[in-house]
């Protein structure tokens, strides 16, 4: 009766697992999960995390990933061309941040905090510098535009994690060497590591080895909404007022870059389609 009683619970335990690790399950499973909590799955499952011969050696988790990413449009794909070295389960998290409302995830000085959300940061107390990164939000390919409301420095920089504590802006010499040292294959060939624009309309590229000549814009507006437009198609990086375009702020960007916000009263970022030029 016992041995009866556990091949019955054996069989059952088969049953369940087999209606759960089959791909159409995972694959929707998925669609319920964030990719790092897809990713913890693949490791603490081994049902879901070992690599399958009839998968392409690829793992159930994995293959999912797989599958959301080639449901994403022409657009989302033409931004997020897979790395040789890359995961899938990585490439569907940058999907998934491609999807999602712009935030600026890191923080960096003793200066700064965030507004009534994420996507919206305020220089508090002193006036030294402070740096915030949208570092989760990488830009590897394709158009994208995003519009700043309020007054500082904003552009795009390299997706670095910044381990400094009291204050920071990556167009402070006293950072560059600390800055290249955190560069990888995904920066390409480019030396644009950092193009900012100002309050007052006055742009500057840095190359974190020299300081670069700085360069106003006609018909800039003061405190007016600003759009940024980077092409990496194009390797360039637009600004944008009140529909039109202004200028062409730099035309050398490739490789790996995200929107930052330094030295300034506030702002905040969301994000948005270039207009038709």
Known sequence: MARTRNALKRQKVATVESALFN???????ATLLDARDLCQVTLTCQ?????????????????????????ASVWERSCLPKYD???WIELYHHLLMLRSKLTFDQLVGSNIQ???DQSTVRYAGLWTSSSALCSNHVMRAGRHFA?????????????????VADEFSPTMSMFWDYLRAKRTD????SNVHCCTVDAAGRCRWNDWTSYQPTSGIDGFQYGAP?????????????????????????????????????SGASVSIERGSAPEE
């Not at 049902?47 to 449901?71: H, V």
């Not at 995904?186 to 060939?189: E, I, N, P, T």
Request: glycine share 16%.
């Open 147 to 163: 519009l700043f409301t309020g007054k500082g420095g904003i552009g795009v920089i390299r997706p670095v994690q910044i381990n």
């Open 23 to 29: 791909p159409d399950v995972v694959f929707l499973l």
């Open 114 to 116: 965030y507004g009534d």
């Open 186 to 189: 995904r920066w390409g060939d």
């Open 85 to 87: 070295d890359e995961g």
């Open 47 to 71: 049902a879901m995390g070992g690599k399958q011969a009839e998968y392409n050696g690829l793992s159930l988790a994995e293959d999912a990933a797989k599958r959301q990413f080639e449901r």
């Open 226 to 262: 600003i759009g940024l437009l980077l092409d990496l198609d194009e390797g360039t990086l637009s600004l944008y007022q009140n529909g039109q375009m202004l200028a062409t702020l730099n035309d050398g960007l490739s490789g790996e870059h995200c929107w930052y916000f330094s």
